[in-house]
């Protein structure tokens, strides 16, 4: 596919999941471009020197409304709209991996952007929940029909996209928007603005939008369920009936030990890496996946720390 490529926002905290998401995006898709944006300092040379990859950084972002803007949780993986290397992209968050042919959804010849199919009608407990209080989403929406789309919302961690599908001026007014009108969207990041602009374009005829059934949200899915279908064996990953998905692990994250979800096809492509990039395998690979699981959740909390101290000063 000409002039095409895949896109992952990432930050110390989930750079662990990435390798494992870049190998088995080289591992199903061969050599397709990889570009990384990266929120935060933190070195992927690893992953430049294995497989390619670009990278955007905060201070590499051409916009400089983008800089000041649009890093953060949630929000980096707005960059791919305007900063993408390529002309039509599938933007993956970094606690996914791809799971057989994705690409046979890519039909921008039809469509400008290709987002997931919800596998159910959204309630309005979801909507209240995920996306926005639809109260006062209508109160400053009145033109937007969101009964409509209640089948169409969907979880933001990946998509196919035309760059510039949306003009940079309508993002930066939506986060203007957001910062003034803290009580209309429900859920935090990029999702439910996100969602919000994707349907109001397409009721506009600004943008033509296509959906399918192409992204596995772990924490939907009956843990034996996605053993059965996404089953690891001795001889890798085994891709029942043509699937094309992306697993993505919104809730418990996949580490090594990890009994809270089904962490097995993660780990098949974090020992991968690990395998390429230091030589490791059988236990002592382990060892390494559970340093840097260790060291992730470290970031994690520390962050949570930082926060809850600066929305303690703040409050002074």
Not at 43 to 67: A, F, M, P
Not at 74 to 101: C, Q, Y
Not at 199 to 214: L, P, S, T, W
Not at 231 to 246: A, K, L, M, S, W
Request: hydrophobic share 40%; proline share 3%; aromatic share 16%.
């Amino acid at each position: 596919m000409d002039n095409f490529g895949i896109i992952i926002a990432c930050c110390d905290q989930d750079y662990f999941l990435v390798k494992g998401c870049c190998a088995s995006i080289r591992y199903f898709l061969g050599d397709i471009p990889i570009c990384l944006i990266v929120d935060g300092n933190l070195s992927v040379k690893s992953l430049q020197n294995h497989y390619g990859v670009r990278v955007i950084t905060q201070q590499t972002v051409k916009e400089d409304i983008l800089r000041k803007r649009s890093f953060g949780w949630g929000i980096t993986k707005m960059v791919s709209f305007w900063e993408s290397p390529w002309e039509r992209f599938l933007f993956v968050d970094a606690d996914t991996i791809v799971w057989g042919n994705i690409l046979k959804y890519a039909n921008f010849d039809d469509f400008d952007m290709i987002v997931d199919k919800p596998l159910e009608i959204n309630s309005d407990a979801a909507i209240e929940k995920y996306f926005f209080h639809v109260s006062n989403l209508e109160k400053h929406f009145p033109d937007f029909d969101w009964q409509k789309h209640r089948a169409d919302y969907f979880c933001t961690g990946t998509f196919f996209a035309k760059r510039n599908a949306f003009s940079l001026q309508e993002y930066i007014d939506m986060l203007d928007f957001v910062e003034a009108n803290p009580d209309v969207f429900s859920f935090g990041g990029e999702m439910s603005f996100l969602n919000l602009m994707i349907f109001r374009a397409a009721d506009r005829g600004k943008i033509r939008v296509g959906q399918e059934n192409m992204q596995v949200i772990a924490p939907d899915w009956d843990l034996q369920d996605l053993k059965k279908r996404f089953c690891i064996t001795e001889n890798g990953p085994r891709v029942q009936n043509e699937d094309g998905f992306v697993i993505h692990w919104a809730g418990p994250k996949p580490l090594l030990s990890t009994e809270k979800t089904y962490a097995d096809p993660m780990t098949f492509f974090r020992r991968q890496f690990a395998a390429m990039d230091r030589g490791y395998s059988g236990k002592r690979a382990d060892f390494w996946l559970s340093l840097e699981d260790y060291y992730s959740t470290a970031i994690k909390y520390k962050n949570k720390m930082r926060k809850k101290l600066k929305n303690l000063a703040s409050s002074f």
